[in-house]
């Protein structure tokens, strides 16, 4: 696996893992099969891994504490704060809020470090950034643990141009991690020319548009009860036969190059810059493997604007998140 760099001190596989579909919003899966995708993943070179303590609550951490222990010195953990949860609720219905006050901050760092397992968080992530804490403060309190050596590197989610560059002025920030495809473009406005600058990496999330992009979703109907899916706007009926159909072009693009459609648009987003390192989550291992090999997919000038135009943002129906969750993005 070819590696990339996120700020000055950490190097990672080109294509890391998403953690949070094993046990949180996707519908999860049993605790053996997931280790097993986890082992595989690093068999075949991925080093780095990114969960929460949100998802679940709680349960994302320790599956994957338990999964990397015997491997601790080969991968790179991510982690994020930032929300309130209701330990008494379940999935969604556990967030109440958003809280980075610093006492929160280290509380939260505490408690990953256990669920875990582990002495020290690689890249400790403020999930949201909280409107009534300035992030001078809260990175301040992250800049700590790292001084008292219980994190290695700080990250940032769904930042806007402006806070990252606040943030970076306390403290070097290593990552910034946005939800980025082929069909949610919003960093390319101004995040990405602040991490060129700052040397900063970006991670995106949800490279493969939560699924859609992969083609293997077409029916409302083909989503679990309980998946969290059903609750967006571009996975409503109407706009996912729209959004499906938008997908035929990828799978034609895919088909003629002899790759998946799904490696084909996390290849688009790694040609984006080599700064990138997209973390698409898998649950099965033949997703996982397909994943990691689009690091070895060459696309020419040509290829990369064809897929960009056949894949527009304006082209696609619904907006990415509910207006509530909207509300706590580009901050």
């Not at 693009?253 to 698409?280: M, R, Y």
């Not at 493997?289 to 696309?299: K, M, Q, R, S, T």
């Amino acid at each position: 696996m070819k590696t990339r760099k996120l700020g000055n001190e950490l190097t990672v596989s080109a294509v890391g893992l998403g953690c949070m579909g094993m046990s949180y919003a996707y519908g999860g899966q049993e605790e053996k099969d997931a280790i097993r995708t986890l082992h595989r993943a690093v068999e075949i070179g991925v080093t780095f891994f990114d969960t929460a303590e949100v998802y679940g609550p709680f349960e994302n951490e320790k599956l994957v504490g338990k999964g990397l222990k015997e491997v601790r010195d080969r991968v790179v953990i991510a982690t994020k704060f930032g929300f309130k949860i209701d330990p008494a609720k379940q999935g969604a219905e556990g967030i109440i809020g958003v809280d980075s006050r610093p006492q929160n901050v280290k509380a939260v760092a505490e408690a990953s470090l256990k669920r875990l397992g582990v002495d020290v968080i690689d890249l400790f992530y403020q999930h949201r950034v909280d409107p009534n804490v300035p992030i001078e403060e809260t990175v301040g309190a992250m800049a700590e643990l790292v001084r008292e050596g219980k994190v290695r590197t700080l990250g940032l989610s769904e930042a806007s141009a402006a806070t990252i560059r606040r943030a970076h002025a306390v403290h070097p920030i290593a990552a910034v991690q946005s939800e980025y495809s082929l069909w949610s473009r919003e960093p390319e406005q101004e995040v990405f020319d602040v991490c060129r600058e700052l040397g900063i990496g970006f991670v995106p999330y949800s490279p493969l548009g939560r699924g859609l992009l992969t083609g293997a979703i077409r029916k409302v109907d083909e989503l679990s009860a309980d998946d969290w899916r059903k609750t967006q706007p571009r996975f409503q009926a109407d706009n996912l036969a729209a959004n499906a159909a938008l997908v035929d072009t990828l799978e034609e693009i895919a088909s003629a190059k002899n790759v998946t459609t799904a490696q084909l648009a996390l290849a688009w987003v790694l040609h984006q810059g080599d700064f990138i390192v997209p973390i698409p989550g898998a649950r099965k291992i033949r997703h996982l493997e397909e994943n990691a090999a689009a690091a070895d997919i060459v696309l020419d000038r040509d290829e990369i604007a064809r897929i960009g135009e056949a894949l527009s943002p304006a082209k696609v129906a619904g907006q990415r998140y509910t207006e509530e969750m909207l509300a706590l993005v580009d901050k």
